[in-house]
């Protein structure tokens, strides 16, 4: 993937992250520079308290760095300050998060799950509903779009998940340990799902992880140590062999 | 997308039972209010009932209903003589306790000359006084049927229910009874026949009946009731009231300590409701923590989690104040006392009870706005 001829979607300079001051001061995360691109999909990986979750919340700006710059589609978000007043909005415009565990709304069935975000973006009701069913069928959970989020199965909540992450069709998507609460089977298909995704609409990918069955699903690979970042290593072979599907 | 409803709905019988204990609260206020107004309207009814313009007493008291009151029973002849006074009518007022269906029951007897001012306002049952003794138009609250006996007085006379009215209660919530003017000063002012014969072989002064507590007057619309007052009150022995200034008295004085209890009561429930409904909000508001967090991390503004506590907690005041008032309005007809729900009323009641929901809310939605989007992460690695 020619990465250098297009614009990162994601572009981290020096950032770094203190938690406490004085002899209580742990630096969680020391001068990272990273940079994803449109279409990529990412692996941060690392030991625990390696730092990895720390960047990732930084990087989904609900964290705020102590020094650095972070630049999101195009957009200088933080350079020593916010640079935006309306965080929430600038996560609901460009980011999708997709959490370890589903984090549904137990109170909405599938297809509201997904379009309360199209609803919370001034989507109209009719126009949020068509397009939660819509991305429900791409995801093939469609079927389940009546069930609360107690009635589905881990897998099928997890896509639910998904759905709702790519609803405002984000040139973001980060993913928290997405793969955990799944079976290996069940893991490699999000993961497929992430790296489709990524190439139907042109997103960068970023997946905090620990589960190094799932490395060969990466272009890039960042290791954290101690809030540093050891190696940037491309990684990703298959990714390329997956033939895109339709963007919803 | 309305999230509180999905919220209600999701999780309903939370919500229901919820309501109920609230509903049962706020029940209780609308019934204090109810008692409170009741507590007002039977103290003027008595007044009213009398649909007098005058109230002619003994000189220097404020009777009959704040203080005693007795003169002469030929004052009628004094006052309808009168410029101004276009029909007067004698009256007397006493409490007693008698027996009904072999219960102690307590009246209000008022005694009245028969086609004269004072007598009954509006009979929903029966006839009015026709027999110059021993019958009685009774409020329906005492339990009595037409044609029944009651016994009445020291000399265990028999009065037959000829009439009943409906709503005719003092302020403590007696009935009240009519019978005539001559059986009420009989009952008052007749000793019993042991005494009576005591006094006679004592050589005591004889008595006599013929005293009344007040005289009702009407006055001719053509002539002002203040002139016609003072013209009364220019005898010594005589005060003269006008109908204000006995409701005055009758709302003011005689139930303004019940009144204040009343109020007192309304205010401490009004209290109570708020931290319940403040209490209630915020653990449905600590149920929902991870869910708010998760909203906030998609994006959700402030205005959208406030509007989902306030929803919620305005839904279960306006739902809880519709069923107290249904339950007060069902049970109304058993209650020991009448009460008085006018709609000026319910409309500030409720006017409280969604003041109070908001109120109440305050704290949920703090708690809510403090909640750290990071906090949907909580159990990520």
């Not at chain 2, 204090?32 to 008291?61: F, H, K, M, P, S």
């Not at chain 2, 007693?96 to 000359?113: K, S, Y």
């Not at chain 2, 869910?291 to 919620?312: H, M, N, Y």
Request: charged fraction near 20%.
């Amino acid at each position: 993937m020619a990465d250098t001829d297009r614009q990162a979607v994601v572009r981290v300079e020096h950032l770094s992250k203190h938690f406490g001051e004085g002899a209580a001061r742990v630096d969680a995360l020391r001068d990272i520079d990273l940079q994803v691109f449109p279409g990529q999909v990412v692996g941060l990986m690392g030991p625990s308290g390696s730092g990895k979750t720390t960047l990732l919340h930084c990087i989904a700006c609900i964290l705020e760095p102590s020094t650095g710059r972070l630049t999101l589609d195009g957009e200088v978000v933080y350079d020593g300050r916010w640079l935006k007043a309306n965080l929430r909005r600038l996560r609901l415009d460009k980011i999708g998060f997709i959490f370890q565990y589903p984090n549904l709304l137990p109170f909405l069935d599938g297809s509201d799950n997904v379009a309360v975000v199209l609803d919370l973006a001034g989507f109209s009701a009719a126009a949020a509903r068509a397009r939660a069913i819509e991305l429900l069928d791409y995801l093939e959970v469609g079927h389940r779009k009546h069930a609360l989020p107690k009635q589905l199965s881990g897998g099928e909540a997890q896509r639910v998940a998904i759905a709702r992450a790519l609803a405002n069709k984000p040139r973001i998507i980060l993913a928290d340990e997405p793969t955990a609460p799944l079976d290996s089977a069940r893991a490699r298909i999000v993961m497929d799902l992430l790296r489709r995704i990524a190439l139907d609409q042109k997103a960068a990918v970023i997946v905090v992880t620990h589960d190094e069955m799932i490395l060969d699903h990466f272009d890039h690979i960042y290791r954290l140590r101690d809030g540093r970042l050891e190696t940037d290593a491309p990684a990703g072979i298959r990714g390329h062999q997956l033939a895109s599907g339709t963007s919803p | 997308m309305n999230l509180a409803y999905r919220d209600i709905k999701h999780n309903l019988l939370r919500f229901v039972l919820t309501n109920f204990g609230l509903s049962l609260l706020l029940g209780i206020v609308i019934m204090i209010t109810a008692v409170y107004g009741g507590l007002i309207d039977d103290a003027l009814r008595q007044a009213r009932a009398a649909n007098a313009d005058l109230w002619v007493v003994e000189a220097g008291t404020n009777g009959p209903f704040a203080e005693a009151s007795r003169i002469s029973g030929d004052t009628r002849e004094l006052v309808s003589r009168v410029y101004g006074v276009e029909r007067a009518g004698s009256v007397t007022y006493q409490s007693v306790q008698t027996e009904i269906n072999g219960a102690p029951h307590r009246l209000f007897l008022i005694g009245f000359e028969p086609g004269r001012p004072g007598g009954p306002r509006k009979l929903t049952a029966g006839r009015n006084i026709l027999r110059g003794h021993y019958e009685a138009i009774v409020d329906r609250s005492a339990g009595l049927k037409l044609g029944q006996e009651i016994s009445l007085g020291t000399h265990g006379h028999k009065f037959t229910v000829v009439g009943l009215m409906t709503s005719e209660v003092t302020s403590s919530g007696d009935p009240v009874a009519y019978i005539t003017l001559r059986d009420a000063q009989a009952l008052q002012f007749e000793l019993a026949p042991p005494a009576a014969r005591r006094e006679v072989a004592r050589g005591g002064a004889v008595q006599t009946n013929d005293q009344i507590n007040a005289v009702i007057a009407k006055v001719s619309p053509y002539v002002p009731i203040n002139e016609v007052a003072a013209a009364l009150s220019r005898w010594k022995h005589l005060t003269a009231l006008t109908q204000e200034q006995q409701e005055t008295l009758l709302s003011q004085f005689v139930i303004e300590k019940a009144r204040k209890q009343q109020l007192l009561i309304m205010v401490l429930l009004v209290i109570v409701s708020a931290v319940i409904i403040a209490l209630i909000v915020y653990t449905l508001t600590m149920d929902k923590v991870r869910s708010i967090a998760t909203l906030k991390f998609i994006g959700a503004p402030d205005r959208t989690i406030v509007g989902l506590i306030v929803q919620q907690a305005l839904s279960m005041g306006i739902f809880g104040f519709f069923a107290g008032l249904a339950l007060v309005v069902i049970f109304k007809p058993y209650f020991p006392r009448r009460l008085v729900l006018d709609p000026e009323s319910v409309v500030v009641v409720f006017i409280i009870t969604v003041v109070i929901c908001l109120a109440a809310s305050t704290l949920g939605i703090r708690l809510a706005l403090k909640v750290d989007p990071a906090e949907a992460l909580a159990s990520s690695g």
